[in-house]
């Protein structure tokens, strides 16, 4: 579905049976097959969404995300991508693309990303597994851990998930 309120760039790659609700943003993403993305989501270029993927409303995914297949992202998940931002250079000129170093992060199948998380950049988290709701994250989550808190730890992991396959 698409509306006169959404802002879908003609850069965007979107795969079969995307579902796009109103107050979008996206431009220079991909998004795979059967991507549902709801209101008030801003995805940026170089965005990369696998197959089956929820991205509920009020989300920020910026430059250097990428989220494998069967991923869920709570409402109001922010992403960052820069360790260090700063609106100006040392010499007092507005920052550009030139001025700063993008700092991917990788959300691996399965995992869940609970609502008003924020991930600091450069982090993978694992298969699998589960941010708590409000999480700060600020390192690497193991496949099949359930972290929670800020900075967000290791309070469990899980069995298994069917749709991310046994994590040990």
């Not at 979107?14 to 993403?29: D, E, H, Q």
């Not at 989300?59 to 989220?67: A, D, I, M, N, Q």
């Not at 030139?98 to 991917?104: G, I, K, S």
């Amino acid at each position: 579905m698409h509306s006169a309120l959404q802002l879908i760039a003609p850069n965007v790659v979107l795969g079969a049976r995307v579902k796009i609700y109103a107050f979008t943003n996206l431009y220079g993403c991909t998004l795979g097959d059967d991507v549902k993305v709801g209101t008030f989501v801003e995805i940026q270029k170089g965005v990369k969404i696998g197959d089956r993927c929820k991205i509920s409303s009020h989300s920020f995914l910026c430059e250097g995300v990428t989220l494998e297949s069967d991923v869920f992202i709570g409402h109001g998940v922010m992403f960052t991508n820069d360790l260090f931002p700063s609106a100006s250079t040392g010499d007092g000129k507005l920052q550009t693309e030139a001025d700063w170093v993008c700092r991917p992060t990788l959300v691996k199948k399965g995992a869940s990303i609970g609502s008003n998380a924020t991930l600091l950049c450069g982090l993978t988290i694992g298969a699998g597994a589960m941010v708590g709701a409000g999480s700060v994250v600020t390192a690497d989550v193991p496949d099949g851990a359930i972290v929670v808190g800020n900075p967000a730890r290791v309070v469990r992991t899980l069995e298994s998930r069917s749709h991310a396959g046994p994590v040990s």
